[in-house]
């Protein structure tokens, strides 16, 4: 291409062989010395010439700095803004800003950069009159604005704004765009104007600028913008009852975000001048006149705009959950808290009797010229009568004589209005500072109770704000109301003195008393919340509880009345009789109920991110067809109702715990400190496992051992350091297992293990999928039995203890825990107890016991275990049960039988009849005295025939409830007889006793 245009240049320019390289450099710049014009002919050539100048740019950045001092030397820059004034079309525009934006994001050099930036070329290009009706030359115009502000410092802040001329076109060109319709655009006009303000902070001459040329005009445009938002928002929520429109109000909801955000972004820079500025432009034009303004109905609103009610709150509590600048939110809270409908008409009243003629009055009203017109005029008022280039001759010559007359009448305005603003805020703090030296204590307590009198009487938004609590009909408005709440309380600028007028506290507040009303408030809605026919949502209850807990809790100590407590004890018990309508023996139940309890404790509730979705602003719906979140909306169906009935179960037992200084030990039904890990040693002696080669789904395998404990199947491999030990390679809760025959192979099982989610909707993923193959046929039966048992027993157990959290009648722990008196197959199916003491690592070589102990050696046969001989109860918890159970080499082995074998028509659930007097005999036939009645499950005399084929269907039996046990020891049962003499103290070393029957 290039070879093409050597007679162009002249046959002494030859073509340089290096692309990046000086002499290259040069030859672009010849060409463009021949192609000052642009036609239809040389249009790709000079697109191609530019880039391959910036690559080269680039390129000497890094390597030679000779190729900018040839670039300045030439002025190439001039090229380039020739091109564009001759509107050479959108091809060539396009490719040009393109390549300047590529040229100034890879420049790392300052030197560099003051060469590219020399001469105002930049200025030039950044004022040009671009056709921004096109998106693709607006997309990159902007771009290119936004990588020149990221390069600007105070070392280069000169090159933009010109001190002399008063002029910073950087700044100026891009907030015209601050409401295009490109919301890429308005992102990248508020970071352009965000490393300005942070750039200005260090040069007061721009900073002047900022405030007096462009601060007013381009706020009260925004404020202008974000207001009618807002107002297409609220049309938006009053016109799509049916959920319609969901789509286009979140993004309204989230550009709210984006303004508040940026807005705060402005003010955490405290620079104090735009933030006086903004302030006053956010209460006075937006946030009093159209958000407060709009809590309350007005009888004779006229014309000014209005926004609805829920619409306010929920706007309100965005805004005290993102700007925390103290002098704004505390001016914003406490009209809101102690303020009244004077706070509108007042102000107008002293704006009339200012002088100032431009002072802002509380209104939301369109600003009288644009923003463009705005900067054109105070362009035009502070423009000089003769600009002249600066140099040593002319620098502070004739300033005076070149300042208008207009200027100068503009200047003492401004200085009169500041003087006025101090002047007033004197005299403010000067009365107040007399009034107050003046005033004795009587007086001043007979003033602060009259002021409350008057306070409760005239606080229309503090009314509205408590009368939105009431939820007789529907939470609509009371979970904006607690959001609003609970941004206030949690806000960092608000002073506390501000909350403590109305008893609202903050974060780890020390108080002696709190607010009754507020408090009845919140409890009434908890209580309606525990109804059958509740018309709560989960968000607010659960809203309400973290207010509750907020409200009448100390620092030190909590502080609730003792009538407020019984009422919140008596919507927990309405909340537990609720739970008990959906109280079911299957299996989903248990699901749902661990489900629920996990979610609630891995996802507690983010009012920040609640006050993000904006589908609340709709009315509460009972259909999940709306995809609205189930905490967000009412339940529909049995299934959600008793997910919710779970879910204000588990809050009101929280808050009541919380509320009485209880921890909680019943919740969550599996704990994980209590359950073997992966990698644990463990003590395999006397143990029943089962070999099998596991094959995983993707084609693995590997020798196992099969274990089962009481709410795990766990797989171990033999620890190679201490003989009898094992290392467990993987533990899965039995409760989430599925067991499924092989069809073609009748020693191999199918075996999956879920994952537990707290999503009901996720698609349950498997932690473990393989095939287990065993020896024979027989073990593979045993096995099965086994894995199905268990689950049913694990089951079983939890079931058992949510139905103690409910009150509810249960049946015996030994029944459920597998080792029932009554049943000789069910300690059968589940021959392997955890016990928590016994998981160890390789370095403790203390612990000599067995972790997964055998309860059925043979028929009769119990391993008893050293327990207190003072415990309680004859029904241990799953927990107790571990704790109480010792190790083996300091118990007893006692060897039991039942008096008599239950016939075959025995239903394994009736209970067998025992003997009334059981003794105990040593193997030399000596009486040994009876052990005390806090007996473990394992020592209670359970019938074992020697093959049983029982199982929990009495109707139905299968090869599958078959197991095979070694026969009994005739040596160890006698009959009862005389009683055999003997001593009656207990032996010093405990030896195997025999019950003599």
Known sequence: MFGRSRSWVGAGQGKSKSIHSLDHLKYMYHVLTKNTAVTDHNRNLLVETIRSITEILIW?????????????????????????????????????????????????????????????????????????????????????????????????????????????????????????????????????????????????????????????????????????????????????????????????????????????????????????????????????????????????????????????LYLLSQVFLIIHYAPLVNSLADVILNGDLSVFSLQAQQDVQKSCTNASVRCFTKPAESLERSLEINRQRGRKKVQKRPNYKNVGEEEEEEKGPEEAQEDSDKAKEIEMVIMERCKISQISGLTEQNTTDEEKTAAAAAAGIEAQKSRPFLDMVYNALDCSADDYYALFVLCLLYAMSHSKGIASQLLEKIQLPAQQAERSSYSHVLAERLIRIVNQAAQPDGKIRLATLELSCLLLKQLVQSSSDGIIKDVHLACLEGAKEESIHLLRRFYKGDEIFLDM????????????????????????????????????????????????????????????????????????????????????????????????????????????????????????????????????????????????????????????????????????????????????????????????????????????????????LLDLPVQPSADVLGFSRSSAASSQHLPFRFYEQSRRGLSDSTVQRSVFASVDKVPGFAVAQCINQHSPSLMPSPSSLSHASGSTGHCDSVTASTISTPSATQSPSDEPAFPDAVQYVDETGSVVPAPGRALAPSLTPAHQPTISLLSDDTDSLSVESLTLLPPTDPQHIHRIGSEPGGSPEEPDEPEAASVEL
């Open 60 to 312: 000497g950045d890094q390597n030679d700095s000779s190729v900018f001092d040839f670039f300045l030397e030439k002025n190439m820059f001039a090229f380039f803004l020739n091109i564009l004034r001759q509107k050479s079309g959108r091809y060539v525009c396009v490719q040009l800003l393109q390549t300047l934006n590529i040229l100034f994001e890879n420049i790392s050099h300052e030197t560099s950069l003051y060469y590219l930036l020399s001469n105002n070329h930049v200025n030039s290009i950044i004022v040009h009159k671009f056709d921004f009706s096109d998106e693709e030359i607006m997309a990159y115009y902007i771009s290119f604005l936004k990588t020149l502000s990221l390069k600007m410092n105070n070392h280069t802040v000169h090159f933009f704004y010109n001190e002399h001329s008063n002029d910073f076109a950087l700044y100026t060109e891009a907030i015209k765009f601050f409401n295009h319709s490109e919301s890429m655009v308005r992102i990248a006009v508020r970071t352009i104007t965000l490393n300005v303000y942070k750039v200005s902070l260090d040069n007061q001459l721009m900073l002047h600028y900022i405030r007096d040329k462009t601060a007013v005009p381009y706020f009260s445009n925004l404020v202008w913008f974000i207001g009618s938002h807002v107002i297409e928002l609220d049309n938006c929520v009053q016109t799509d009852e049916e959920h319609r429109n969901r789509g286009k109000l979140s993004d309204l909801v989230a550009e709210h975000l984006d303004h508040l955000h940026y807005l705060n972004d402005i003010l955490i820079i405290n620079c104090e001048f735009l933030n006086d500025v903004l302030t006053d432009h956010l209460l006075n034009r937006l946030f009093l006149p159209l958000y407060v303004y709009s809590l309350v109905n007005h009888e004779q609103s006229g014309d000014r705009p209005r926004i609805s009610s829920q619409v306010s």
């Open 593 to 804: 109920f661990e489900d629920e309890h996990r979610s609630m404790t891995s996802k507690p509730l983010n009012v920040e991110y609640l006050m993000m979705d904006a589908s609340i602003l709709l009315p509460p719906t009972g259909t999940p067809l709306t995809g609205i979140d189930f905490v967000k909306r009412l339940p529909c169906g049995d299934v959600e109702r008793t997910r919710r009935a779970i879910r204000v179960f588990f809050m009101l037992r929280s808050l009541s715990l919380h509320l009485r200084a209880e921890p909680e030990t019943q919740l969550p039904l599996t704990r994980e400190e209590d359950l073997i890990q992966t990698d644990d040693v463990l003590d395999l002696n006397n143990s029943d496992l089962i070999a099998c080669m596991v094959v995983w789904k993707d084609g693995g395998q590997a020798q196992r051992f099969l274990a089962v404990d009481l709410y795990q199947m766990s797989l171990v491999e033999p620890e190679t350091k201490r003989l009898g030990w094992g290392v467990v390679k993987f533990a899965g809760l039995l409760q989430d297992m599925q067991v499924t025959g092989v069809e073609d192979d009748s020693r191999a099982l199918n075996i999956i293990i879920h994952k537990p989610t707290s999503n009901p909707h996720a698609k349950p993923f498997p932690i473990l999928q393989a095939n287990f193959i065993f020896a024979d046929h027989i073990r593979c039966i045993i096995a099965k039995q086994r894995l199905a048992k268990g689950r049913i027993q694990a089951r079983r157990t939890k079931m058992q203890r949510i139905a103690v």
